[in-house]
Structures are given as C-alpha cells and as structure tokens.
C-alpha cells in the first residue's frame, strides 16, 4: 500500500460579506459583525491505493477532487482525519506555477526544476531531454512572457515529467498544448504507469479515465458517491449525469 486515506475531511471558513479592504474586515471583525459559513470541501474520505496502480478520480466541478490532490501532495492539511503517503510525490496541478516570466525557457527549466525538488546536476544532465520533449527548438533562450499558453504548458509539463516518481498527481494534464503535444503527453503519461509508477489522475474526460486507470474513485460533494471498477463506476456517473 503506498497510500491510505482515512476519513479525510477538509473545511473552509467562508464569508459572504462584501467588504472591500483589510480595515473594513478588522473594523467589522472586532465588531462581532463577520458571519462564517461553513463549507466542506471533503468529508469523510477513504480509500487506499497500492503501488503501480492508477486510480482516476471524477465528478463535477466542486465535487473536491482538486482539493482532494492537494491534501495527498501535501499543499493542504486536512480537517480532520489521517493520510499515510508512501514514497515522493510529483504533483502536476498547476502547471507552470513556479515560472518566472521575466527569465527565458532555459533559465525556468533551472528554476521550476529546483522548485520540484531536482538537482542542478541532474536537470543539466536532463536538459536536452526536456528541450526536445517540448519541441520549444530556439524559443528556449526567449523570455517566457513572450510564449503562448500553450507553449508554457508544454515547457511546464517536460520540466515535471522528466523525473519517475513513486507517485504522480495529475489534474487535467492531458489537454496541454495541440493534439501532437497532447499524444505525446499521453503517451509519456502511459510510459509513466507502466513504469510501476502510482497515478492519482483528475479528468473530465471519461474516455480518458476508461483507457487509463485502474480503479474510479467518483466524489460528489466531497464525499466517495461510490469506488471500484474504472467501467462499472464510468457508467453509473455517465447514467447519472445524463438523468441529471
């Protein structure tokens, strides 16, 4: 087993009072006058995951599979309840995060590397690699302010991939860059997995989910609506989803 979550829970305070600055919030604050909302972006989530599996992860916008990720990566501590984490973790969630507009293709590899955790020596060692995985060619000495979206997510998406984790986490990879980039990704994603890699993989892409992993996990209003076969648990939430 290289992940056990148990009743893992997560709550944000919420406030809907329109206040417009921080003096306005203290002043209002000290007054006793902020109402608090709570709202549970998880409750009471379980499941365990053994290692090389790859798991897919689904529901609707807000169901808490993003902050679900983010618990595991270790990026948010959970409420309530216990995650026991086998092995390193690279999280693809916000691909390019750690860039530096200011600063060239080459001169992010270095930086967004370090960032996850890469040494110097190997990210040199690495760097013809990830060139060449985001077919940046000569736009690599160009500053980053200057790439399309599409090409920061290609350049974000070599960086990550270019090292075997125990565990990756994925949100919504797969639509980085045009349909080649997008193959290619997809195929370095499958090259991953059977490397014995263990993946935790977001899509709204059922057709993805049904090719790609193991097991479903399918979250609804941040509770497990229901767990198991990647085809069973596909075409419950599809049924559901067209009821609805």
């Known amino acids: 087993m290289i992940i056990r979550a148990k009743n893992i829970s997560m709550c944000y305070m919420m406030t809907y009072d329109r206040i417009k600055s921080i003096k306005e919030y ?12 709570e709202f549970w972006a998880l409750k009471d989530v379980s499941f365990e995951v053994q290692k090389g599996e790859v798991i897919g992860i689904i529901g609707h916008n807000g169901a808490g599979k993003s902050t679900l990720l983010k618990v595991i990566s270790g990026i948010l501590k959970p409420t309530g309840g216990e995650l026991e984490v086998h092995g390193n973790i690279v ?8 860039f530096d507009t200011d600063l060239t293709g080459r001169e992010n590899i270095f930086l967004n590397g370090a960032i996850l955790g890469y040494s110097e020596e190997y990210l040199k060692a690495k760097y013809d690699e990830i060139v060449a995985f985001s077919g940046l060619g000569k736009f690599i000495d160009v500053p980053i302010r200057n790439y399309s979206s599409g090409m920061l997510m290609r350049l974000a998406f070599s960086i990550a991939t270019v090292v075997d984790p125990d565990i990756l986490i994925v949100d919504e990879i797969l639509a980085v860059g045009d349909a080649d980039f997008q193959e290619k990704s997809k195929a370095r994603m499958k090259e991953m997995m059977g490397g014995g890699t263990t ?3 977001v899509s709204h892409s059922l057709e993805q989910i049904r090719e790609m992993c193991d097991r479903v996990i399918w979250l609804d209003h941040g509770q497990v609506k229901m767990h198991g076969n990647t ?9 559901g989803r067209n009821d609805g």
Do not use: N
């Open 26 to 37: 203290m002043v209002q604050l000290i007054k006793g006058k902020i109402k608090y909302e």
């Open 91 to 98: 999280p693809m969630l916000e691909l390019g995060s750690g």
């Open 199 to 201: 993946v935790l993989f």
């Open 231 to 239: 085809q069973e648990v596909c075409d419950a939430y599809e049924a």
